[in-house]
């Protein structure tokens, strides 16, 4: 679903993301951990074609990012960070607009909206103007808007800011439930809690290197950890203190 081939980022002379070569199979749920400035949202942007790689070549699907990247953004869904949403609209109206980017049948769109606007607990509020809206729901409305185009593969930047434990609980189901179904999921978090409940692998990411990679029980049983946390710290206090010493 996902095949990174030594793709990088430079600005001048800083490396952002070193050659990274990486490959996210369909119907898994894939973590994408490291420390702030590690080069997390950098390549997540490059995966999202919102910013375009220095080096390398990006595939969604078997659809290279590069060559038809409207093709590539239509197989794919994103949530931000730092979701931007028209608070003037209603919940309802956002769907629509968004189903309009992506080109879905209104009938088509209108039928999608209804069971996704019941699936994140909105419903009730669909005509509601998004600015009455708390922050816990905002984020299940970007979840609704990025799943409304059916994509393949859906990229979730620090999903549960914000959210209460209920709802919390009802996105980490929804990932799962997407996964079985065949689609991708790819996670950044700062949560190792959610990634190693949630992810079938995980990577992370130092310095814009991939430093680990394998399952949570895999990199556990690498440093003899108790947990992905303990897991993640000794293995970034590794590379910080190679780092140190070059």
Same mark, same amino acid.
């Given at each position: 679903m996902i095949?990174?081939?030594?793709?990088?980022?430079r600005?001048?002379?800083f490396?952002?993301?070193?050659?990274?070569?990486?490959?996210?199979?369909?119907?898994?749920?894939?973590?994408?951990?490291?420390?702030?400035?590690?080069?997390?949202?950098?390549?997540?942007?490059?995966?999202a074609?919102v910013?375009?790689?220095?080096?390398?070549?990006?595939?969604?699907?078997?659809?290279?990012?590069a060559?038809?990247?409207?093709?590539?953004?239509?197989?794919?869904?994103?949530?931000?960070?730092?979701?931007?949403?028209?608070?003037?609209?209603?919940?309802?109206e956002f769907l629509?607009?968004?189903? $309009? #980017?992506?080109?879905?049948?209104?009938? !088509? *769109?209108e039928?999608? /909206?209804?069971? &996704?606007l =019941?699936?994140?607990d909105? +419903?009730?509020?669909?005509?509601?103007?998004?600015?009455?809206y708390s922050?816990?729901?905002?984020?299940?409305?970007?979840l609704?808007?990025?799943?409304?185009?059916?994509?393949?593969?859906?990229?979730?930047d620090?999903?549960?800011?914000?959210?209460?434990?209920?709802?919390?609980?009802?996105?980490?189901?929804?990932?799962?439930?997407?996964?079985a179904?065949?689609?991708?999921?790819?996670?950044?978090?700062?949560?190792?809690?959610?990634?190693?409940?949630?992810?079938?692998r995980? $990577? #992370?990411?130092?310095?814009?290197?991939? !430093? *680990?990679?394998?399952? /949570?029980?895999? &990199?556990? =049983?690498?440093?003899?950890? +108790?947990d992905?946390?303990?897991?993640?710290?000794?293995?970034?206090?590794?590379?910080?203190?190679?780092?140190?010493?070059?």
């Amino acid at each position: 679903m996902i095949r990174l081939e030594g793709v990088e980022k430079r600005y001048g002379r800083f490396q952002a993301v070193h050659p990274l070569d990486l490959h996210v199979p369909p119907g898994e749920v894939f973590g994408f951990l490291g420390p702030n400035g590690a080069g997390k949202t950098t390549t997540i942007r490059m995966l999202a074609g919102v910013l375009k790689p220095s080096g390398g070549r990006i595939l969604i699907d078997g659809v290279d990012l590069a060559r038809d990247p409207v093709e590539a953004r239509r197989r794919t869904g994103v949530i931000p960070d730092r979701p931007y949403l028209y608070d003037k609209l209603s919940a309802r109206e956002f769907l629509a607009f968004v189903a $309009g #980017i992506y080109r879905v049948d209104p009938g !088509v *769109a209108e039928a999608r /909206a209804r069971a &996704l606007l =019941a699936e994140v607990d909105l +419903a009730d509020r669909a005509d509601e103007l998004v600015e009455a809206y708390s922050h816990g729901m905002k984020q299940r409305l970007v979840l609704a808007a990025a799943l409304l185009h059916e994509p393949r593969l859906l990229i979730v930047d620090e999903p549960m800011v914000g959210l209460d434990p209920g709802g919390a609980r009802k996105i980490k189901r929804k990932f799962r439930e997407l996964a079985a179904a065949g689609r991708t999921v790819f996670l950044s978090t700062h949560s190792l809690d959610v990634a190693e409940e949630v992810c079938d692998r995980v $990577g #992370i990411l130092y310095r814009g290197r991939l !430093v *680990a990679l394998g399952t /949570a029980a895999e &990199l556990r =049983a690498r440093r003899d950890a +108790a947990d992905l946390e303990e897991a993640f710290l000794r293995i970034t206090e590794e590379q910080a203190a190679r780092a140190a010493e070059a």
